[in-house]
């Protein structure tokens, strides 16, 4: 078969149309289209991916492992060829069939391999690693459903799972030679000296491969995800004695391990099957690397030079005891010097200080899934305690491994996610620890690839920039600086104004078709899309929606700037109460979207089933970022940053990493409202804060009301009783004391709204000053203060 990176792109098609989908194109699908075409890109990707293999090898350079439970990655045939600079040539030859660009693009399912943040900031750093050239492999696990689908019934969020491997997944390369046997369970014996873990249970890691294509496709690192797979998947006996299912059950509790995602976002579950979950992808990544660094490598004392693991969160830390395990156990290091080569490669990404998300594991559960960690554990603890006599800080304590305090005392170097959440780590969660050791925290503040987030997802303002200052922001984002010397051209602001108002246009369009809404495009498009949670304060958004829309009633011919409010997120399944947020959100739309008196002048619409497509939709078209969270509770957040660098306006709180937007766009280009993180503490110490706040403001008692008295729900009055009765007399996340600065803030988006000019200038100095934002600033900084890696790009 000749080679198949033609130069004529639409051979190449034609070619995987015809050889790899066996369809001509009289007979083929919009899906047989978009394998053909993936396939084709894929082709000029595997070039790249394997001379950066083979120059990795050669190079021997220092290797980044990202280990994470989540990559949320979307879709990737767009960011192919986006990231090949081929989206003309693909246009073109697709055409040339009567095919569509966007429609064969839509076909693609989503990998939602992740639930929020953490999940899309691991996709975002793969990216950059690549485009920088860092020679680096992301380790996780290959969910057969990803994050569930969301739909509404009444109102209602319905789960349903996510099938994405439902059909062929063109991206990755299946790896039957790697397979790797995990053990559980079990015991631990002592025989001659040496201490011995027998599991009883034993899985295999299958490895499937997905390439990573950087900017240009200079480079490309591999995305490896484990599958569990059954050391003998079907017993013949059991099936000739008839027991057909008992045959197939080592099959299936295998592939139970990396069947789904758990949906939890901020709420560890501590259940059996999550903690075997993050031992299995652990302990084959460990073991993947070791046999990779052996292969090349004779001295283990080398690893820290050679290899720098991050461990995204804690939910891979028993990675840490794993490397130690076989270095001590299996390698025959002692345990000091084996704990000293564990702490040389590992770091540890903390994500948030939720405490109900900071894992904590049952010792007797840790106890009797890994008998031997749990061993090696307690020694980390002894030797921890004796290196540091003055304090007793263990991670074990109290019945539970503490996995937050195990990976700081493992690791290397620990860091948060934005400048006010690393200082809020030093001064709460990890006070004790950062005392014990004050140079171990840092800090590196999250960032977005501005491949998928400004020049794949926003391709008109993507074009009016390069056409401004030339294209080489998109891998150096700062240089969006220089569109300062543009924005005072009316023309050009005009320009830039277009672009936001044709997204808007395409997204009435989307909405419209897809849901039968029809939004008004000369609105104020406000968005709030993020997963449902009450520090996130989706509650308090509508709130503040339903008293602007009983403030309409009362003068509807006022001159009200039209807003259309636009949610979306998921609520994981056990949170009853963002659940019933969404219900009410979804309640207030019925209401106000059919009262005539006010629809010209507000809509609000949640849109269903929020995932990484839907957001590459909506946020070119956004005009407000809704980034409201109790100040000191969102890390960092990385939305914010995506609307900021498409020219959208941040109405916000003085938390995570809105505090440094704010700095690089210029407080007088963002609307900030609310408690600062460390009045909120003392604001709860007031026993009826909320009940003072509600008295001091009409407006808000007003909205509660609308709450309770069946305005939304007719046929239900107190469905939301509950809601108005924690706001009035807990608001644990102080909805209502925050209340009157919100509104204050939003009627100044009102009044700045209405002057276009002004508004116009705003938007467009977000995106000049947002450059700072990018990922590839950040894994710059993880490469200089964290790995010691290089690029081997020249
Ligand atoms: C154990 C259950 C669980 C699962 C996921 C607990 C916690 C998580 C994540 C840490 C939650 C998460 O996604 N955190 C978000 O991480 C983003 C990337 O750093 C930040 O921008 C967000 O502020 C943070 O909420």
């Known amino acids: 078969m000749a080679s198949t990176s033609s130069p004529n792109f639409r051979d190449a098609l034609l070619r995987h149309l015809t050889y790899t989908m066996g369809k001509d194109p009289e007979h083929a699908q919009f899906f047989d289209w978009r394998m053909a075409l993936s396939h084709a890109i894929r082709d000029r990707i595997v070039d790249t991916w394997v001379s950066s293999t083979r120059k990795t090898y050669q190079q021997d350079g220092k290797r980044v492992y990202y280990l994470s439970m989540e990559f949320l990655i979307g879709r990737l045939l767009e960011d192919g060829i986006v990231n090949l600079e081929l989206v003309d040539e693909v246009k073109e030859a697709l055409t040339s069939f009567g095919m569509d660009y966007r429609t064969i693009l839509d076909d693609e399912p989503d990998a939602a391999l992740g639930n929020g943040g953490l999940g899309r900031l691991a996709a975002c750093f793969l990216d950059s690693l ?176 050679k290899i720098a693991i991050q461990l995204n969160d804690t939910h891979p830390a028993i990675a840490g005891p794993e490397l130690l395990r076989i270095l001590h156990d299996e390698r025959g290091f002692s345990f000091e010097e084996a704990l000293e080569i564990t702490h040389g490669c590992l770091n540890y990404t903390n994500h948030t200080l939720l405490p109900e998300a900071l894992e904590r594991w049952d010792e007797r559960l840790m106890g009797r899934l890994l008998p031997r960690h749990l061993q090696i554990i307690d020694r980390i603890d002894d030797a921890h305690a004796k290196a540091n006599p003055s304090r007793t800080l263990s991670a074990r304590s109290d019945g539970q491994v503490k996995m937050g305090e195990l990976s700081f005392i493992v690791a290397n170097k620990v860091n948060g996610v934005s400048a006010l959440h690393t200082d809020l780590m030093k001064q709460t969660v990890f006070k004790e620890l950062h005392e014990l050791h004050p140079d171990r925290i840092v800090n590196q503040t999250n960032g977005v690839t501005p491949r998928r987030w400004v020049h794949s997802c926003n391709p008109a303002l993507s074009s009016l920039i390069t056409e401004s200052i030339g294209d080489e922001w998109v891998a150096d984002l700062e240089q969006l600086r220089k569109l300062e010397g543009v924005i005072d051209d009316k023309g050009w602001l005009d320009r830039f104004m277009q672009v936001k108002q044709n997204n808007k246009q395409a997204l009435v369009d989307y909405v419209a078709k897809s849901h039968g809404v029809v939004l008004n495009p000369n609105a104020m498009f406000d968005v709030q899309i993020k997963r449902m949670h009450e520090y996130k304060r989706q509650h308090l958004n509508i709130l503040e929606t339903i008293a602007h829309w009983q403030e309409i009633k009362d003068n509807p011919h006022a001159d009200w700037v039209p807003r259309v409010k636009i949610f979306a997120g998921k609520a994981a399944q056990g949170y009853y109460f963002a659940k019933d947020i969404i219900r009410l959100i979804n309640d207030v739309s019925k209401v106000v979207n059919a009262d005539v008196e006010t629809r010209d002048a507000l809509q609000v619409i949640f849109l269903p089933n929020y995932n990484v497509s839907l957001a590459e939709r909506l946020i070119p078209a956004s005009d407000l970022s809704e980034q409201i969270s109790t100040a000191g509770k969102e890390a960092s957040g990385t939305g914010n940053m995506k609307f900021a660098l498409n020219g959208a306006l941040t109405v916000g709180t003085l938390d995570g990493a809105n ?136």
């Open 130 to 305: 690549s485009t920088i050239g860092c020679p680096a492999m992301g380790y996780g696990i290959r969910y057969e459903n990803g994050l569930f689908k969301q739909s509404f019934v009444d109102g209602r969020q319905v789960e349903s799972p996510e099938t994405w491997l439902q059909e062929p997944h063109p991206w990755e390369f299946e790896r039957p030679e790697v397979l790797l046997r995990i053990g559980f369970g079990g015991e631990v014996n002592y025989e001659n000296g040496k201490t011995l873990w027998r599991p009883s249970e034993m899985i295999e890691a299958e490895a499937f491969d997905t390439p990573i294509c950087g900017w240009q496709g200079k480079w490309a690192n591999t995305l490896r995800l484990w599958a569990g797979r059954a050391v003998d998947p079907f017993d013949l006996g059991l099936f000739n004695s008839g027991d057909f299912a008992a045959a197939a059950e080592h099959e299936a509790l295998a592939r139970t391990i990396s069947r789904v995602l758990y949906p939890e976002d901020s709420n560890e579950a501590g259940k059996e099957l999550r903690l075997k979950q993050e031992y299995f992808f652990s302990a084959a990544s460990i073991r993947d690397i070791l046999r990779r660094f052996e292969s090349a490598h004779d001295d283990l004392r080398e690893l820290p030079n």
């Open 659 to 794: 505090v440094e937007i704010r700095e690089q766009v210029g407080e007088e280009n963002f609307f900030l409202f609310g408690l600062l993180a460390d009045e909120v503490m003392q604001r709860r110490m007031i026993h009826d804060h909320a009940q003072q706040a509600i008295d001091a403001d009409p407006r808000l008692g007003r909205a509660l009301a609308a709450l309770r008295d069946g305005t939304f729900t007719p046929e239900e009055p107190g469905r939301y009783n509950h809601i108005a009765d924690n706001l009035t007399w807990s608001d644990y996340f102080l909805v209502c004391s925050d209340f009157s600065d919100y509104w204050r803030a939003q009627r100044e988006v009102d009044k700045a709204y209405k002057i276009k000019p002004k508004w116009s200038k705003m938007a467009a100095l977000n995106t000049a000053r947002s450059g700072w934002f990018s990922s590839d600033r950040t894994i710059r900084g993880y490469m200089c203060d964290i790995w010691g890696a290089e690029s081997l790009l020249a």
